[in-house]
């Protein structure tokens, strides 16, 4: 209870009309059913007469259900009040301190708060986050560049933990789209979370622990954990789920799926190419060999970050013709690009992702499921034509690129430096959220305990943003005054 009370010392300032009769009505429940508040009779209060009165003010008003309005007509004298005294400190302080306080503060600085200038609302507007079903190769590049990460070592863990999630979930009879979506959360997961906290074993196992509920292929963490420990192991060593030994392991992982549904924004929304893969097969009259080729690359497909950028029809007819290539079996139709406006999809958006399988089999054919299948030549002799394609169409290698100013100072992807200075600043990470006055997560003391909220609709993110943001812009002006 405050000396000049009553209202709401909260986090936010208010207007006395706007936040008072809920607080009234709950002070006159507690004083007439509980006798909590124990309001002294008229005359009774002693020093703290005053502020008696004006709760009295307030609970008989609620008792004679009179209008709110009548009981703050004296506005003039509520909200300097409001904006001295409207933190959490002085909930803290004894009633006749801060009475005796508040009457010294008067005396001292008389009126001059009341004309001062509006202070900003402490409140933290917190943070929205927009689900991105789609990553483009630029923002992947800017969250590897804005965590320091070195370009070797997250390819070398990017295979290796989607070569650790496809073994495990052979060994558990798991679908392929479970397969897809773990990848999916794999990569969203290392885009937003450095290697450096946490192992590609932990992230993969719960990437897979998350992928079987949201494809309602259940399994328990310490299945997945045991069917890997069992793929290192002999049989005569291999152990059950119920094995103590991976206890721990298993409460780490569910400790992650958290992280894991964070970092993706909640979306479950999935894409599997191999449905799509089937209905081109049978519209091109493609067959049984190359259209098995075809399966088995959109399998390696998710080794790179192509799942990220594009669409179930762009990966599965590029893994179409990248099968029909290399079988020497050429679709011309599929080539041709004819029937793309039809599926959505167009050539520059085929190339890339050409492209991407190309570089994948050329730099670590050994780690890839198709790779040693085929000499090292016959993905260069593949490439020669498409590279000859992009040069005459003027394709780039990456859609959806906006060339931006070359900041000076700062790493590149690949870890050298523009101009060698002392100390060089990271750039901001693309995937973070950001709250409506500008504030990005984790960036001060103030943003830990923000809340962060999650959407699917980026219009509703958007209308909101430009509805709160006139609350939290500070506008200043400079006077030049001559002395």
Not at 160 to 176: F, H, M, S, Y
Not at 220 to 233: F, G, P, Q
Not at 250 to 276: Q, V, Y
Not at 379 to 396: D, G, H, Y
Request: proline letters at 7%; a negative charge.
């Amino acid at each position: 209870m405050h000396p000049d009370g009553p209202f709401f010392l909260g986090s936010e300032v208010g207007l006395p009309d706007l936040v008072l009769a809920p607080w009234a009505v709950r002070l006159w429940i507690f004083d007439e059913f509980k006798h909590g508040l124990g309001v002294p009779l008229e005359g009774a209060g002693g020093a703290d007469e005053a502020v008696w009165d004006r709760w009295k003010k307030w609970i008989g008003a609620i008792q004679a259900r009179r209008s709110i309005l009548e009981t703050t007509s004296e506005k003039e004298h509520y909200l300097p009040i409001y904006r001295r005294y409207a933190d959490d400190k002085a909930q803290n302080r004894p009633i006749s301190a801060m009475a005796h306080a508040t009457r010294d503060e008067r005396a001292h600085h008389g009126s001059e708060s009341d004309h001062g200038p509006p202070v900003p609302p402490p409140i933290h507007p917190s943070f929205v986050q927009v689900a991105k079903p789609y990553i483009f190769e630029q923002t992947i590049q800017e969250c590897i560049q804005a965590m320091g990460v070195d370009p070797t070592r997250e390819v070398s863990q990017r295979l290796q933990g989607v070569t650790w999630i496809d073994n495990v979930r052979k060994a558990l009879r798991l679908p392929v789209r479970t397969f897809n979506t773990a990848v999916i959360y794999y990569h969203r997961f290392r885009l937003v979370r450095p290697d450096t906290e946490y192992s590609f074993t932990d992230s993969a196992a719960a990437a897979l622990f998350t992928a079987c509920k949201i494809e309602d292929t259940l399994k328990k963490s310490r299945d997945i954990l045991c069917a890997a420990y069992n793929l290192k192991h002999v049989p005569s060593e291999h152990l059950s789920p119920d094995d103590q030994a991976f206890e721990t392991n298993s409460r780490a992982i569910i400790g992650l799926e958290r992280l894991m549904l964070e970092c993706s924004g909640f979306d479950f929304r999935t894409r599997h190419p191999e449905k799509t893969l089937a209905k081109l097969s049978l519209h091109y009259n493609v067959g049984d060999k190359v259209t098995l080729l075809a399966y088995r690359i959109s399998l390696d497909l998710y080794r790179t970050f192509a799942p990220l950028k594009q669409t179930t029809s762009t990966m599965a007819i590029a893994c179409l013709e990248l099968a029909g290539r290399l079988s020497g079996q050429r679709i011309e139709k599929i080539e041709s690009g004819a029937d793309y406006e039809q599926w959505k999809t167009s050539r520059k958006e085929v190339m890339e992702t050409l492209f991407d399988l190309l570089e994948l089999y050329t730099d670590y054919r050994a780690l890839t499921s198709v790779g040693p299948d085929f000499q090292a030549p016959v993905f260069l002799t593949v490439r020669i034509p498409l590279n000859k394609e992009a040069n005459s169409q003027q394709i780039p290698r990456y859609n959806h690129w906006i060339d931006r100013p070359r900041q000076q100072n700062t790493q590149n992807v690949y870890g050298s430096i523009d101009k060698p200075v002392d100390t060089p600043q990271r750039p901001l990470h693309p995937l973070t959220p950001i709250a409506a006055n500008g504030d990005r997560l984790g960036m001060s003391e103030r943003d830990r305990d923000a809340a962060v909220r999650f959407t699917i609709d980026p219009e509703c993110a958007a209308d909101e943003k430009r509805q709160v943001e006139p609350y939290f812009r500070v506008e200043m002006e400079d006077y030049e005054v001559d002395v």
